[in-house]
Structures are given as C-alpha cells and as structure tokens.
C-alpha cells in the first residue's frame, strides 16, 4: 500500500507454521496501531468459530533498514502499537505459536486485522473529554494533527523523490560510463583488426 493516512480492515488465512507479512509504506514519526482476531475452522459446523484461549499469536514488525522494532508475543486476540522512526517501508508479520495439530484440523486459522495510520490512531472522544474540549476546539484539535500528517507525507514524498533521482543519477551515470567502455573497446578493437590486415597483406605481398 503506498497511502500513508488511511485505516483499512481485512482478514486472511493462515496454517499452523505458515507466516503471513505485509509492506507499509509509513512517514517517520507516525504512529501505527494495529488490532487483530483469530477464528478457528470448526469441521463439524463447517464455519469458523472464535480462537481457542491457548492459540497465540507473535507480531513483528522490521523498519526499512530490516530492524526490529517490534517482536512479541500476543493471544487469540491482541493489540499492537509501533511509531515510525525511520521513513519507508515497514514489514509487519503474524504468525501463530501454536504448536497443538488438533488446533488446525481443519487446515485454517482466520486472522482479521485493522491498521491504522497517522491520524486514524487518535481516540478523539477519549481526548475531548480528557481534554474538557468544546466541539469546535475537538474539530480545531482534529485539522492540526490533520495537517500535521499532511506535512508528514509530503516530507515523506520529498524524501522518496530524492532517492528516486539519485538512483536515476547513480544509473545514468553507469550506463554513460558503460557506453565509454564500450566504445574504447570498439576503437582497440579496430586498431588491433587494421593492424592485423596490414600484416596480412604485407605478408601476402612478400610471398
């Protein structure tokens, strides 16, 4: 995903020693928190009924250097949150710790899960009344960590431009270097055949 201020939900499938990760594209300094719950297969029923209390889950998550910023272990159901240091893409993981078959007799564990980004993470009713906010200081409040998130992702845009062009750079300057390679090699090469002939045909004139 390549959007920075969102909150999307989804679910997936997983098997008992299977891992499933996912690449956020994240500004420095922004706040991620993601929430999950598990559903086991039931084949009696045919469906998918609430996670087992002894089914766990281990969340980590690596910065775009590949560094841990986050591994622990969570239950059925858990809650995470991470803040963004370093800008680019976020590796997030789930996978379950399980290690009862009988657990995934049925072949799948259900995991849903919800992001959210930026802004998205603020508990705004929790915040007015912490606050004692009025509801236009409460929507002030909201358009400045609005803004604020904006600032974030066009610093962050800036900064993905910036290493696009001096990769650009970086290749240009390969290929213009790879091209003076090849043309000194055409030039020796031609020397090398002129004199060769000329040896040639002098030889053939000695003969």
Same mark, same amino acid.
């Given at each position: 995903?390549?959007?920075?201020?969102?909150?999307?939900?989804?679910?997936?499938?997983?098997?008992?020693?299977?891992?499933?990760?996912?690449?956020?594209?994240?500004?420095?300094? @922004?706040?991620?928190?993601? *929430?999950?719950?598990?559903?086991?297969?039931?084949?009696?029923?045919?469906?998918? %009924?609430?996670?087992?209390?002894?089914?766990?889950?281990?969340?980590?998550?690596?910065?775009?250097? @590949? *560094?841990?910023?986050?591994?622990?272990?969570?239950?059925?159901?858990?809650?995470?949150?991470? @803040?963004?240091?370093?800008?680019?893409?976020?590796?997030?993981?789930?996978?379950?710790?399980?290690?009862?078959?009988?657990?995934?007799?049925?072949?799948?564990?259900?995991?849903?899960?919800?992001?959210?980004?930026?802004?998205?993470?603020?508990?705004?009713?929790?915040?007015?009344?912490?606050?004692?906010?009025?509801?236009?200081?409460?929507?002030?409040?909201?358009?400045?960590?609005?803004?604020?998130?904006?600032?974030?992702?066009?610093?962050?845009?800036?900064?993905?431009?910036?290493?696009?062009?001096?990769?650009?750079?970086?290749?240009?300057?390969?290929? %213009?270097?790879?091209?003076?390679?090849?043309?000194?090699?055409?030039?020796?090469?031609?020397?090398?055949?002129?004199?060769?002939? *000329?040896?040639?045909?002098?030889?053939? *004139?000695?003969?």
């Amino acid at each position: 995903a390549a959007a920075c201020i969102y909150y999307y939900a989804l679910y997936f499938h997983i098997g008992e020693t299977e891992k499933k990760c996912f690449i956020e594209e994240i500004p420095d300094e @922004t706040m991620v928190i993601g *929430k999950y719950r598990t559903q086991l297969w039931d084949k009696q029923t045919g469906s998918f %009924l609430p996670a087992t209390p002894g089914l766990g889950m281990h969340v980590e998550i690596k910065d775009p250097d @590949t *560094k841990i910023i986050l591994s622990r272990q969570y239950g059925s159901d858990g809650r995470f949150t991470f @803040t963004s240091h370093t800008p680019g893409e976020h590796q997030i993981c789930l996978h379950s710790n399980s290690t009862k078959m009988a657990l995934f007799a049925g072949g799948k564990l259900r995991v849903h899960l919800d992001i959210q980004v930026g802004e998205h993470t603020n508990n705004y009713p929790e915040i007015a009344a912490k606050d004692k906010l009025t509801e236009l200081q409460l929507r002030a409040r909201q358009l400045l960590d609005q803004v604020e998130q904006i600032q974030k992702e066009q610093n962050y845009q800036r900064y993905r431009e910036e290493r696009f062009r001096m990769t650009s750079e970086s290749t240009n300057q390969r290929v %213009l270097w790879w091209s003076i390679a090849q043309t000194l090699i055409l030039i020796v090469t031609g020397i090398w055949q002129m004199k060769h002939l *000329k040896s040639f045909f002098e030889a053939k *004139k000695l003969v």
